[in-house]
């Protein structure tokens, strides 16, 4: 496994530690590459909504970060 993909690696499993309530994987381009970070709503009471995609972790940790706020908005 080469680096980059071993720092992936830590970054998601921090992603799914951080975001319980989610399913978060990377998806897999057509060629067999990694692609789009993505995040799946379980749990309705921590987001708004269903799924989110987004091109790098950090862009992808600030959605989920957004959709925990709106969900607190809302379950208020």
């Given amino acids: 496994m080469n680096t980059q993909m071993q ?3 830590q970054e998601l499993g ?4 951080d ?3 989610w ?3 990377r ?3 057509q060629d067999g590459r990694l692609g789009e970070w993505v ?3 379980h749990d ?3 987001g708004v909504e269903p799924t989110l995609m987004y091109p790098t972790a950090p862009l992808l940790r600030a959605a989920l970060l957004r959709q925990a706020e709106r969900a607190q ?3 208020r």
């Fill in 27 to 29: 998806a897999v381009k």
């Fill in 19 to 21: 975001f319980e309530g």
């Fill in 39 to 41: 995040a799946s709503l």
């Fill in 44 to 46: 309705p009471r921590v």
């Fill in 23 to 25: 399913r978060i994987w």
């Fill in 14 to 17: 921090r992603l799914r530690a």
């Fill in 73 to 75: 908005a809302r379950n």
């Fill in 7 to 9: 720092v992936d690696e």
